[in-house]
C-alpha cells in the first residue's frame, strides 16, 4: 500500500536548509560563495581606499605617455619615445618569440629523449635518465642564469675578432660569429623585394608587413598543398591497384623549385654579420639573453615532456607491439604507425600543461636581461611610473589570455587526434 | 561551515576597520628597529662586510636616523633593494626609509608619492669603459653596448643622450651592480654606464682599477637622498633634521671626537646648544628626546667624517668633495639653521 501512494508533500521549513541532506550542500555552497565575494569585495574596495589615501587614484592614462627607455631587442620599431604601450606591445611579441621557440624545441627534444629512454641500449637510456633527472630536479632559474654565466664566461667578445691576428674567428666560411653578446648569423636578404606595407599608421600598433615574406610564404604554402594533392592521388592509385607509382621526385620538385623561383625572383641573398665598430653589423643576431632563456626552458620542459612521451608509450599495450610485428612491420614503422599515433592520446594533455608552464617561466627572462613582457611593462614601466596595480593587472591578463588560448588550440588538437569512438 | 564563514566574514571587516595606519614614528618606536632600504652591495655606499656589518655612506644615515629615533645605531634592519625593488618596498612600508643612491626627481615626488628629504651627495651619470677600447670620450660611442641598471634614472638618461647625439646603442638591462660588474668584465659590454659615485666605487672594487677610465662627460644631474613616503610628514622631519644635524655637525666642528665635551654642557655656541640639546627644545618638536642630534651624530660622525671614512680621497674608491663640500668652502652642501 504505502508503496504505491506518492510521498506526502512536505511543506519547506527553513531549518531544513541545514538538516535536510537534500539541500545541506546547497547551502553550504551559497554561504561559502557569499563569503568569498565579500572577501573579494573587501580586498578591492580595501585597495582602491588604499590607493586614493595614497593619492594614487587607478587610471591607465600613463600607458600612452612617452616610455623614455630603449629596448634592445625588438621585433617591430621602437624608440624611447613610443608610448608604454608600445614598449608593452615589443615586450609581448618578445615573450611569444621565446614561448613559440621553446615550446617547439621542448617538444622535439622532449620527445627524442622520451623514446629513447626506452631504448634498449643500456647507455643511451642511462644517459636520457641522467638527464631528465637533472634538468627536471633543478628549478629552472638557475639554469637560465648558468646557461647565461656559461655564454658571457667562455664565448670571446666582440673585440677578439679584431686585429691581424685575431683570438677568435668566425666559422663556417665567416658567415657565423659566436661572441659573449650573441651569436650573429647570416640574414636573408632581397636585392629587388617588394618592400613592406606600413599597417595602423603611427599609432602604437603600428606594424609593417614584408610582402617578400608574404610572396615567399604563400608560393611555399601552394606548392605543399599540390605535393599532398599528388600523394592522395597515389594513394588512390595504391588502393585501386595495388601499386604505387614512384612520385617523390615530382612531389620534391613541385615544392623546391617554384620556391626557389620566387626566391630568385626576388633575389634573394645572404647577408653576413661583419665586425663594425664595437659590434658585428648584419646578420641576425641572437642575443645571449635570448638563448641562455630559450636553451634553459626548452631543456627544462624537455626534461618533463621526455616523462610524459615515455608514460604515453608504456600506456599502449605490449599486444600492439606484437600485433605490428607479427605484421611484419620493422620496429621504426611499429612505432611512427602503430604506438606513438595512440600514445598520442595520452601525452597531449599534460603536453598542454607543459606548453603553459614554459610560456609562464619565460617571464625569469629578466634574470638575464631579456627585455619580455615582464620585463618591460611589468618592470620598467611600472618603475619609472610607479603604477604596481593597473601594470600588473594588465600582466595578469595578458598571461591569462595567452594562457587560454594555448589551451584551447590544443584541446582543439587533442579533439582530432582522440580515439573516434564509433 | 556556517559560523566559519560568518566569523571570517566578522575578521575581515574588523581588519578592514583597523586599516588606518599607525605614524610610522610609533612604528618604529614599537619594533625597536629602523628598516632602511639599501642597495644590494655598492662598496663604500652600503655593503656589508665580512661580518655581515652594514657599512657605508648611505648606511651612515639610516644609522643616524636610528640613533635619533632609538638611541641605538645598531638598531637597523637593512633591506637590501634594486633599482626596481627600491620604490615598491618603501611605498609598501616594508621600508621606512631609503637610502639607496636614489636621484631626486619631480616624477619620484610628484607622481610616485615620495618625500625627498634633502641630498646627501650631488652627483652626474658618467660612462665608465676600459682603457683598452680606445675611447675618449662619450660621444665616440656610436654602436657601443652598454650595461645599465633597470628602473633608474640612468637608463631614462642614456636614452636621451644618444638620441640627442644621433647615435645608436644596444642597451643591456641588468638588476643588481654586482651582475653588472660581471658582464662588464666580462667584454659583454663596452661601456657601464651609472652615477658618477657608483662608477667610482665599483671601478675601486677591481682587480686592476688602473684598467679602467672614466669619461669626462657627466650626461646629468643626480641628486642623491634619503626619501620617505608621502603622508606621513613627521616622519619626514625627524629623517630630514637627522641629516641636517650631520651637516650642521660638520659645518659648526661637532665631531664624533668632541661631541662629548660639546654636549656634557652648554657652551658658546647657542645653535651647537641647540642642536645638541643643551638648549632649547628642538627634540621635543620632533617627538624625540634632548639628545637625538647627539646620537645621530656620534652614530658615525658628522657629515664630513661619514664621507671621508667611507668614499673620501684616502679610501679605495677617492671620491674628492667636490660640489660636495660645505657651503662655506664653495660646495653645495647645506643645512637650514637649527633654531
Ligand atoms: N641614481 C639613479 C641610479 C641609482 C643606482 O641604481 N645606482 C647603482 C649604482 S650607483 C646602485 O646603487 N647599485 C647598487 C645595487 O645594484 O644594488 C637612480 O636613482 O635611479
Known sequence: MTTTTDPHPESFRLSMLIYDSRYRSMTIQIVALIGFLLLIGWLISNTAQNLITLGKEPSFGFMTEPAGYDINQRLLDYNSQDSHLRAALIGLLNTLLVAVMGCIAATIIGVVVGVLRLSNNWIVSRLMAVYVEGFRNVPVLLWIVFGMAILIETLPPPKAFRGENPEASMLLGDSVALTNRGFYVPEPLFSRGLGDVHLLGNSSLRFDVSLDLIAVGAVFLASILISGLIGRRANAIQNATGDRPTVWFWRLGVVVLPTVLVLWILGFYLGYPELKGFNFKGGTYMRNSLIALWAALSLYTAAFIAEIVRAGILAVSKGQTEAANALGLRPRRTMSLVILPQALRVIIPPLISNYLNLTKNSSLAIAVGYMDITGTLGGITLNQTGRELETLLMLMLVYLIISLTISGVMNWYNESVKLKER | ?339
Request: proline residues 4%.
Open chain 2, 1 to 339: 561551515m556556517k559560523k566559519t564563514v560568518f566569523l571570517g566574514a566578522l575578521t575581515v571587516a574588523g581588519l578592514a576597520a583597523g586599516a588606518s595606519a599607525a605614524a610610522t614614528l610609533d612604528d618604529v618606536k614599537a619594533r625597536g628597529k629602523l628598516n632602511c632600504g639599501v642597495t644590494t652591495g655598492l662598496v663604500g655606499f652600503a655593503a656589508p662586510d665580512a661580518n655581515g656589518h652594514w657599512d657605508g655612506f648611505d648606511v651612515g644615515v639610516c644609522r643616524a636616523v636610528a640613533a635619533a629615533v632609538l638611541g641605538d645605531a645598531e638598531a637597523v634592519e637593512f633591506v637590501p633593494t634594486t633599482g626596481k625593488t627600491r620604490f615598491t618596498a618603501l611605498a609598501s612600508g616594508e621600508i621606512d626609509v631609503l637610502a639607496r643612491n636614489t636621484t631626486w626627481t619631480l616624477s619620484r615626488d610628484v607622481d610616485l608619492k615620495f618625500t625627498f628629504v634633502g641630498v646627501n651627495y650631488y652627483d652626474g651619470q658618467g660612462f665608465m669603459v676600459p682603457k683598452g677600447l680606445g675611447v675618449s670620450s662619450a660621444k665616440e660611442l656610436d654602436g657601443a653596448t652598454v650595461c645599465i641598471q633597470t628602473g633608474t634614472t640612468t637608463e631614462l638618461n642614456l636614452a636621451d643622450f644618444f638620441r640627442a647625439n644621433n647615435m645608436s646603442y644596444e642597451p643591456v638591462p641588468i638588476e643588481t651592480n654586482a651582475e653588472a660588474q660581471q658582464q662588464y668584465l666580462a667584454g659583454a659590454c663596452d661601456v657601464y654606464t651609472t652615477d658618477a659615485s657608483g662608477l667610482a666605487a665599483t671601478r675601486a672594487s677591481f682587480e686592476a682599477p688602473a684598467d679602467h677610465i672614466l669619461l669626462p662627460e657627466i650626461i646629468s644631474k643626480e641628486p642623491l637622498g634619503p626619501l620617505v613616503r608621502h603622508g606621513d610628514n613627521e616622519w619626514g622631519d625627524i629623517v630630514r633634521w637627522s641629516l641636517n644635524a650631520l651637516i650642521s655637525a660638520e659645518e659648526l666642528g661637532v665631531t664624533s671626537a668632541n661631541i662629548g665635551e660639546m654636549a656634557a654642557a652648554a657652551g658658546d655656541n647657542p645653535e651647537i646648544n641647540r642642536i645638541l640639546g643643551t638648549e632649547g627644545n628642538l627634540g621635543e618638536m620632533l617627538g624625540l628626546d634632548a639628545g637625538w642630534a647627539k646620537a645621530a651624530i656620534m652614530a658615525g660622525g658628522n657629515y664630513g667624517e661619514l664621507f671621508e671614512k667611507n668614499i673620501g680621497e684616502n679610501t679605495p674608491i677617492g671620491l674628492s668633495r667636490g660640489l660636495n663640500a660645505q657651503w662655506k668652502d664653495g660646495g653645495l652642501i647645506y643645512s637650514p639653521p637649527f633654531r
